[in-house]
């Protein structure tokens, strides 16, 4: 079992910056890929950036590319999404997800997810 909890989440003006944190705990001595999601009222969860254990590059979804950047720390089990250039359609739940195999965009595929974030970009 994986536990991951997010912080970082806010309310920013559109524009403006914030980055996401995700600690994870547990049963990390396994190489997991870790990732972030979002979910806006009425909508599903998305994919919005992850990365692999091992690899050095990162999946991004096209609506995030250029203003989102996904980093990690195995070392610190740690991984961050420095989000730039927020917009209000930016505003979502933001969650952390882990998975035991490699990144895939689909949800409901990835296996430890943590409670949530609320961001929040107002214009």
């Known amino acids: 079992q994986v536990q991951l909890v997010e912080s970082g989440g806010g309310l920013v003006r559109a524009g403006g910056s914030l980055r996401l944190s995700c600690a994870a705990s547990g049963r990390t001595d396994t190489s997991y890929a870790m990732g972030w999601f979002r979910q806006a009222p009425g909508k599903e969860r998305e994919f919005v950036a992850a990365?692999?254990?091992?690899?050095?590059?990162?999946s991004y979804a096209d609506s995030v590319k250029g203003r989102f950047t996904i980093s990690r720390d195995n070392a610190k089990n740690t991984v961050s999404l420095q989000m730039n250039s927020l917009k209000p359609e930016d505003t979502a739940v933001y969650y952390c997800?882990?998975?035991?195999?490699?990144?895939?965009?689909?949800?409901?595929?990835?296996?430890?997810w943590g409670q949530g974030t609320q961001v929040t970009v107002s214009s």
């Open positions: 990365r692999s254990w091992s690899s050095s590059s990162s």
């Open positions: 997800a882990a998975r035991l195999d490699r990144v895939v965009v689909t949800a409901r595929l990835w296996d430890y």
